[in-house]
């Protein structure tokens, strides 16, 4: 069963630290991998979308990239905010998604 | 317009009642999906639809029934819940191509309440 973790579980942070959330995942024969964003009580939000012949994508000031041999994911937020607060999601798709455990992070003024 | 509207944003019902959820989306994806989420968990996958017709059921009671009338609309269809039911209900959708999926788009979700 392919399984997806991501590291750390939380996170409260500062604001302006940059900041790295990690995502494994136990098969490398994905298709893409997607970053999500969710608000509490709130949908999804698709932050960075990895296709598997790609190793990195970017948007402002979100990096995440892709090392499909090493089964990782990596989300880099850059010079943190207050309004980054929300929990992080990973998720790799076949089929379908399969999303990882989720990272909650805090940012404080 | 990348947007998936859902449809209603909070539903409070008996374990006798019959509602329905309705998603919408119309960015010409071909594929769309009901998913689960309790508190503090991702998301789990219920039901995808891929050209109006149900292509993944993932082992979800018949007290869930899933209904694409057409390529922009998704509904789902409830009747005699549990309170462990209640959830909040995400519809997404996304291009579909050789049995891959794109990048998935997410609608707001129904909060679900069941008592």
């Known amino acids: 069963k392919q399984e997806v973790t991501q590291i750390p579980a939380a996170l409260s942070v500062p604001e302006g630290e940059n900041l790295v959330l990690n995502c494994s995942f136990t098969?490398?024969?994905?298709?893409?991998l997607q970053w999500f964003r969710q608000d509490p009580g709130k949908g999804l939000t698709s932050l960075l979308l990895?296709?598997?012949?790609?190793r990195e994508q970017t948007s402002g000031r979100l990096n995440a990239s892709l090392d499909k041999s090493s089964g990782r994911s990596t989300l880099y937020i850059a010079a943190s905010q207050p309004g980054d607060s929300a929990t992080y999601l990973c998720?790799?798709?076949?089929?379908?998604?399969?999303f990882g455990t989720g990272t909650r992070l805090q940012v404080f003024p | 317009d990348t947007e998936v509207t859902q449809t209603p944003k909070h539903l409070v019902m008996g374990m006798t009642n019959k509602k329905s959820l309705k998603c919408e989306q119309h960015?010409?994806?071909?594929?769309m999906y009901w998913y689960k989420q309790k508190a503090k968990k991702p998301p789990e996958l219920m039901f995808v639809?891929?050209?109006?017709?149900?292509?993944i059921n993932e082992s979800v009671p018949s007290r869930f029934s899933p209904e694409c009338p057409n390529s922009s609309l998704l509904n789902l269809h409830l009747h005699a819940l549990q309170p462990e039911d209640s959830a909040l209900y995400l519809c997404?959708?996304?291009?579909?191509?050789?049995?891959?999926?794109?990048?998935?788009?997410f609608g707001p979700g129904t909060r679900l309440t069941v008592t």
């Open positions: 997404a959708s996304s291009q579909v191509s050789m049995g891959h999926s794109y990048e998935q788009y």
């Open positions: 098969d490398s024969a994905i298709y893409n």
């Open positions: 990895i296709q598997s012949s790609q």
């Open positions: 998720a790799f798709t076949t089929d379908k998604l399969i």
């Open positions: 960015m010409g994806h071909r594929a």
């Open positions: 639809y891929s050209y109006e017709k149900l292509s």
